[in-house]
């Protein structure tokens, strides 16, 4: 019974809510870009503050250390909403914050000085219910993010906020305006227990998701090209060797026509630019679950899972169309840029590496024949067929459009075999 003892669950709970504070500040330390920690170690500093002031407030009542720590409490608890809003959006809603912190801890201080301390304390239990409940509602809004550890999170704010709405309606059953002494009741204490829990699992919990993210941001940093935000050469691969090998696919590459001149008559700032141009028309073009890449330099390239040849050639032609009718001013001049694409739909191979390598042929006779065109290379039938003409491909888009589509692939069968070695050395 003695471990029950209230004031020793007041001191185990201000151990406890030092502890956290302490692993925060420090985990902020370590590592500085994620603020959101400072955000929690300096909620946790106020439930401190507030507990040691609660504890003197306990042994000898005493309105101003009332004050102090209810108003305490309140302001590390709008730190914790805070935080949420930060997790959520990135940004930290200083303004917000200081609003609610104000409103809430004028409406607990005012009945105290007027002497009616009773009313302080069924205001102050309401005030931390909906702040704690508004936490919960906060995280609960990006639960997609970590659906069990949210969800387990966002449950606890709110059982702790319902913990105080208990000891609210205590209050409130027994109408007590003016009390001049400190509230002692069963909601009391099962308001005590609840927070100790909260506090070590909240905690624990909170510093869990913020490693999980740190962990994905690493991930996705490792997987990103950082001029274009589209995936790399590795993460590229890596993606597309997990898909099934029953799915049907189609390899788009692409590689910007001159693009050494743009760089040499321009300037890289302006080269860069129209990489990063072409990136997001790219983005724009593929579907959700497809995979776009910069595989390194001027070279791109698009993974289309489930997907027609006739939706890959439509995908294809109409990036080409967007980048060539771009235009970029360098020093007063306009200039423009085209594309060179060449396609390759799953058929007689067998591994991704012919996938590619055959979709770079292709794209080896759309730069041999000109540029700024799409090539097709989906079987050497098919590349038979386009070279004669006797056997068209029939698609729902216009004559000027299909004219890009049909090219002499032959001499890409021829030049396969030499450029195939240096391909599978890149991937």
Not at 146 to 164: K, N
Not at 304 to 311: E, F, G, I, R, S
């Amino acid at each position: 019974m003695i471990l029950l003892d209230y004031n020793s669950l007041l001191m185990a709970l201000s151990f406890c809510s030092a502890g956290v504070a302490l692993t925060f500040f420090v985990s902020w330390f370590v590592s500085q870009t994620d603020r959101v920690l400072m955000t929690w170690a300096l909620g946790s500093a106020f439930l401190v503050v507030s507990i040691l002031t609660y504890s003197n407030f306990i042994s000898r009542y005493s309105p101003v250390m009332g004050i102090v720590s209810f108003s305490a409490l309140e302001v590390g608890l709008v730190f914790f909403l805070s935080a949420a809003c930060q997790f959520r959006t990135g940004v930290l809603p200083f303004m917000q914050m200081v609003a609610v912190a104000l409103v809430a801890s004028i409406a607990t201080t005012a009945p105290m000085v007027l002497g009616y301390d009773g009313v302080c304390y069924i205001v102050f239990n309401f005030a931390a219910m909906l702040i704690l409940c508004a936490t919960g509602w906060e995280y609960w809004r990006c639960r997609a993010e970590s659906p069990l550890l949210i969800t387990t999170l966002s449950t606890l704010y709110v059982v702790g906020g319902l913990s105080f709405g208990l000891c609210a309606f205590a209050l409130l059953q027994r109408q007590e305006l003016v009390m001049n002494r400190v509230p002692d009741d069963w909601a009391e204490n099962f308001n005590l227990i609840v927070c100790l829990v909260d506090t070590a699992a909240i905690g624990a919990l909170s510093l869990g998701l913020n490693q999980i993210r740190v962990t994905r941001r690493h991930k996705r940093d490792a997987e990103t090209d950082s001029l274009t935000g589209l995936f790399n050469r590795r993460a590229f691969f890596d993606r597309a060797s997990d898909l099934p090998t029953s799915t049907t696919i189609v390899a788009i590459v692409f590689d910007i026509d001159h693009f050494k001149q743009v760089n040499d008559i321009h300037g890289h700032q302006f080269g860069d630019m129209v990489l990063q141009t072409f990136a997001s028309i790219l983005s724009e073009a593929v579907r959700d679950g497809d995979f776009a890449a910069r595989l390194g330099g001027e070279e791109f390239a698009v993974l289309l899972p489930d997907a027609t040849l006739k939706t890959s050639l439509i995908v294809a032609e109409r990036v080409r169309k967007k980048f060539a009718e771009r235009r970029f001013l360098s020093d007063d001049k306009l200039f423009s840029s085209s594309v060179s694409v060449g396609i390759s739909k799953v058929g007689d191979h067998k591994t991704l590496n012919d996938l590619i390598v055959q979709a770079d042929a292709a794209l080896y006779v759309a730069k041999r024949s000109g540029r700024n065109r799409v090539i097709l290379f989906s079987s050497p039938e098919s590349v038979r067929r386009q070279k004669e003409g006797a056997s068209p491909i029939e698609l729902d888009i216009s004559k000027g459009d299909q004219a890009n589509l049909f090219g002499s692939v032959a001499e890409a069968a021829r030049q396969q075999s030499q450029r195939k070695g240096r391909l599978t050395r890149r991937i």
